[in-house]
């Protein structure tokens, strides 16, 4: 009893201190672990399963418009970054460069990718002769590298995983469409599978990518009231084109210069799963992300028969399409209660010699801890019901945070009041104007996450920080 006590007291309550709360799900989870690599991090099994299944839905929703993946290199030389001015003052702060090749100095520096706008387009150029060539709708899945001064795991290390798009389009209006529908794949994709609901909307241009035309964003919001930027699809016009000469011959034989689109997730969504659904006792996946949506714990394995039928159930439930293991270790039931709670893995199911007599086993969910007696025969429908309800489930607990923790606020003072007392989104009107937009950000520490694109019925027409004229409504709130 004291071990399986010792478990759960190893995770700090998020009430007390969200952050160590966090700090503390992913290392007890043994998500990730820490690397002489200051920034970097291991991600481990537990950690690269959800990975590895967020990346295999996100791929086929990807195919399902046309995407194809390819490959570029992992180093962009200098006089290819600079090509593009805006681009590279964004990136500059953040840039890891190579010097030396071997014991060698380079001729030119190298930098080591934190996006490969620059690389697609030096390949595009060549790529794209005539409008039959068009339009391009590549995506690849790598690692790129920002040097960045404080890390979070999964939120904010000097490399991550991610997947990022690069399109190339006739026209502007194809662009524009490949823009919105990524927004909207991305979008889908964490409500129906991570159970996260997200809002849709624009980047300020203050906030919009560097040399991005405009910027499509999804933001999610934190158990602790904080956003967080959870993809991005960006509309680069012709801008991009005209810097690297990526112009194609169209039907009318003349020269023009192709519209061009990017959009990207990474790793970070693992720290919004957690974020969004996780409790004091640790992980809480939704199904759909779930490597291990069954965990099978015996009870007094040492029976005979005992682990025979857990093994049992295993197939059945495998064979029905579920992802299920079971938990043989010498371990106490309660220590494995706890750490399948931990873990995250929304259902376990107990079964022992009298349950094994009755032709009974009892299933608990991780969300609600409610317990189902179960007939054995009836295992793979019940299961199949409930990883579905919890999905359901989870996805309308999240919204109704969200909803909860969503204010307005009509002029400066009720702003500054909210943001201090209240954490969450906070819609305000925007003049438009971009000092509002700093002032904003240096005296409350809020900032612009998105116009939205619903639910953006202005509040008044004034805006919030200097009261002159304004027709925008800007979500605002502290962020990742």
Not at 24 to 30: R, T
Not at 228 to 240: A, C, K, P
Not at 293 to 316: F, N, S, T, W, Y
Request: proline letters at 4%.
């Amino acid at each position: 009893m004291a071990k399986e006590k010792k478990l759960v007291e190893a995770i700090t309550s998020m009430d007390v201190d969200f952050a160590q709360w966090y700090t503390d799900v992913v290392k007890k989870a043994e998500l990730i672990d820490y690397t002489s690599v200051k920034g970097c991090m291991v991600i481990k099994p537990a950690g690269y399963a959800i990975w590895e299944l967020i990346q295999k839905q996100l791929d086929e929703r990807f195919k399902a418009t046309g995407v194809e993946n390819v490959y570029l290199p992992m180093f962009i030389p200098e006089s290819l970054l600079q090509k593009e001015k805006d681009h590279v003052e964004g990136f500059a702060p953040e840039v890891a460069w190579v010097t030396h090749g071997g014991l060698n100095p380079l001729q030119e520096r190298l930098c080591v990718r934190p996006t490969s706008e620059t690389l697609f387009c030096d390949f595009y150029k060549n790529e794209i002769q005539s409008y039959r060539d068009l339009p391009k709708v590549y995506n690849q899945w790598c690692s790129v590298v920002r040097w960045e001064k404080e890390t979070r795991p999964f939120l904010r290390s000097r490399e991550f995983l991610w997947q990022e798009g690069h399109t190339a389009h006739a026209t502007a209006e194809e662009a524009e469409e490949r823009t919105v529908q990524m927004l909207n794949v991305y979008a889908d994709f964490c409500e129906e599978v991570l159970a996260m609901p997200v809002i849709r909307g624009r980047k300020t241009d203050k906030e919009k990518f560097a040399g991005a035309e405009a910027t499509y964003t999804i933001e999610a919001l934190m158990h602790d009231g904080k956003a967080l930027q959870s993809g991005t699809s960006h509309n680069f016009g012709d801008g991009f084109a005209k810097a690297f000469g990526i112009q194609y011959t169209d039907k009318d034989n003349t020269l023009k210069y192709v519209h061009q689109t990017s959009w990207g997730m990474t790793t970070r969504l693992i720290g919004a799963i957690i974020m969004v659904h996780g409790d004091d006792s640790g992980l809480k996946l939704p199904p759909k992300a779930a490597p291990v949506q069954v965990m099978i714990i015996p009870i007094r394995q040492q029976q005979e028969g005992v682990l025979e039928k857990a093994d049992e159930l295993k197939k059945c439930l495998t064979d029905g399409g579920f992802r299920v293991k079971v938990d043989d270790s010498d371990k106490s039931p309660g220590w494995k209660f706890s750490e399948q709670e931990m873990r995250g893995i929304p259902l376990r199911v107990e079964i022992g010699p009298k349950d094994i007599e009755a032709e009974k086993c009892v299933i608990v969910r991780r969300d609600t801890r409610e317990k189902i007696e179960c007939n054995l025969g009836d295992l793979a429908q019940k299961v199949g019901e409930l990883l579905q309800q919890i999905q359901k489930d989870m996805y309308e607990t999240a919204k109704a945070h969200v909803q909860a923790h969503t204010y307005e606020a009509h002029d400066y003072e009720e702003f500054k009041k909210t943001v201090e007392e209240k954490p969450g989104f906070i819609k305000a009107m925007w003049c438009g104007d971009q000092s509002c937009e700093d002032k904003i950000k240096e005296e409350t520490s809020a900032t612009s996450r998105c116009m939205p694109f619903e639910g953006n019925e202005p509040i008044n027409n004034k805006c919030v920080c200097c009261g002159r004229p304004a027709d925008h409504l800007v979500l605002w709130g502290k962020a990742y």
